[in-house]
């Protein structure tokens, strides 16, 4: 909480998956909550556990990433209520089919650059004026582990979310001496129905066991108290990006050993809607 009573925190992305449960855990601060995501169903499912929990209604605009009204709108509403925002959860994202590169439609290349790339990097544009109201303000960007690490038939869910890394490190860099930090978190393999959605099949590449949105909420939560840089999360994840950044002929050896592509039964080629989930 700031100095001023609980904070303001903005999550995107927040009728499930990562964001839901990152959204409770702000809750259970007696933060103040603003949530937004595509499905509204989902949305006032997650404000309802929030007020029980806070005791606080949060606000709930419905909208989506890639649309610049919705996000205007967005930081109108927040103005409106509150004059600031102390913490942005920048997390709506999707995934695509694990498939070889040119196997990927148009479409869905282009949606997941939109929503995973380029809907981010718009958020935190119509944002950041906000963020600066606040006298400590943190910017969190929900990467993956494969921001600092690559594999095969991910290419442009790879893409984008290097992109996002390189989007934050800058961004830091430009904010340094400013009242907003920035912050990437790098979730490993997250149970939620990120995989379901994008028709990716989260086996492709062995039985890694993956964690909980709960464990990576509280991930969150506990970079943003302490100041936190960056975080990767799983031990499968750190351990694969270190060795991708000293050994990166190892990583290639092992990865390019173990990978194949991974076509679930009845995956289509045509991409579901954007999601804001975040099983990374």
């Given amino acids: ?4 009573g609980p904070r303001v925190v903005v999550v995107t992305g927040a009728s499930s998956g990562i964001g839901r449960e990152t959204a409770l855990a702000f809750a259970r601060r007696g933060d103040e909550l ?7 169903a989902g949305l006032r499912q997650t404000a309802t556990a929030c007020e029980a929990m806070s005791g606080q209604a949060p606000l709930v605009v419905v909208g989506d990433v890639v649309r610049q009204e919705d996000l205007d709108r967005l930081a109108a509403e927040c103005r409106a209520r509150f004059g600031r925002i102390d913490v942005l959860v920048n997390n709506a994202g999707r995934g695509h089919r694990n498939v070889p590169f040119d196997e990927l439609t148009d479409p869905e290349i282009d949606d997941v650059i939109r929503v995973n790339l380029t809907g981010a990097i718009r958020c935190v544009r119509a944002l950041l004026p906000l963020l600066r109201m606040s006298p400590g303000a943190t910017l969190v960007n929900v990467g993956s582990v494969l921001s600092r690490t690559t594999l095969p038939y991910y290419t442009i869910y790879c893409a984008t979310k290097y992109g996002l890394a390189g989007f934050t490190d800058s961004l830091r860099f430009e904010l340094r001496g400013s009242s907003v930090r920035v912050m990437l978190v790098n979730p490993g393999h997250t149970t939620t129905e990120f995989f379901d959605t994008a028709n990716m099949d989260p086996k492709a590449f062995g039985p890694v066991r993956g964690v909980g949105p709960d464990t990576v909420a509280s991930a969150i939560v506990r970079g943003v108290d302490r ?3 960056e975080i990767a999360l799983t031990g499968w994840g750190r351990l694969g990006i270190a060795v991708n950044r000293f050994a990166p002929w190892l990583y290639r050896a092992v990865i390019g050993g173990q990978a194949k592509r991974g076509n679930p039964p009845g995956a289509t080629a045509n991409p579901a809607p954007p999601s804001a989930t975040g099983g990374r």
């Fill in 1 to 4: 909480m700031t100095s001023r």
């Fill in 34 to 40: 603003v949530l937004f995501a595509r499905r509204e």
């Fill in 227 to 229: 100041g936190s840089r």
